[in-house]
């Protein structure tokens, strides 16, 4: 198991799955599909960005310049992973998972992930998931990873019921959307509960 000096998210593999691939970003042949991911409103919505409103925020050239910088920087990262999840049945990018936020004196970081419309519905954020949260404990030697998710979002929270996340607690009134409070919940995986069952509880 990795300890705190070697718990290093420099390294960017490539994890193959029966539905997915995880790689790192290439920025030129991923960038159109990264675009759409993101602007997408049911994206921006069931993630909390934006301004809190249904409306779409501008993508004008230096939002383009921001969006470029991001992605072709992501490899270069030694305190957080970023991979795309590439759907295997069209070889296309349609979405990223992320493990952020790391604490290295505690072995523990923040699991994201979000897919473009083209990549949903199919057991490929399963997957993904599975694959990531694999990569953080059996590679990585984390200890917890943990991750927030809206009230608003049932799809997300089964994903995370189904692969092991137990939830810890409620966020009240985390975000505002359309004018509405919305619930988070935190919910975690621990290494003893993954090393148990591998992300099938
Ligand atoms: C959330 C996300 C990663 C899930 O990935 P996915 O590939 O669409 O989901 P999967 O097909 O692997 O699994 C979805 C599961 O939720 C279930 N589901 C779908 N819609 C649902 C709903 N409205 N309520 C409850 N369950 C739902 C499906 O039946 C399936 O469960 P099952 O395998 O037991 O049948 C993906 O939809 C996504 O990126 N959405 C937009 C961004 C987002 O929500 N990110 C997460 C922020 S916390």
């Not at 997408?40 to 925020?57: F, H, I, N, R």
């Not at 994903?159 to 409070?181: N, Q, T």
Request: glycine share 8%.
């Amino acid at each position: 198991m990795a300890d705190q000096q070697t718990l290093d998210f420099a390294v960017k593999p490539t994890l193959t799955g029966e539905l997915v691939v995880l790689r790192p970003f290439i920025v030129g042949s991923d960038a159109e599909a990264l675009r759409e991911m993101l602007q997408d409103p049911e994206a921006v919505k069931l993630t909390g960005s934006g301004d809190g409103t249904a409306a779409m925020p501008d993508w004008d050239a230096a939002a383009e310049a921001t969006f470029l910088d991001w992605y072709g920087t992501r490899n270069q990262q030694s305190d957080r992973l970023d991979l795309a999840v590439v759907d295997k049945a069209s070889a296309r990018c349609v979405g990223e998972v992320v493990l952020n936020d790391l604490d290295r004196s505690n072995r523990s970081c923040n699991f994201r992930v979000l897919l473009g419309p083209c990549g949903r519905n199919r057991g490929l954020g399963t997957e993904s998931t599975r694959l990531m949260v694999g990569y953080g404990f059996e590679r990585l030697g984390l200890h917890r990873i943990s991750l927030e998710v809206y009230a608003f979002n049932p799809r997300a929270r089964r994903v995370y019921d189904k692969i092991g996340f137990v939830a810890e607690g409620m966020l009240r009134d985390a975000l505002r959307w359309d004018g509405e409070w919305v619930d988070a919940t935190v919910m975690s995986i621990l290494a003893p509960e993954w090393n148990r069952h591998h992300g099938r509880p």
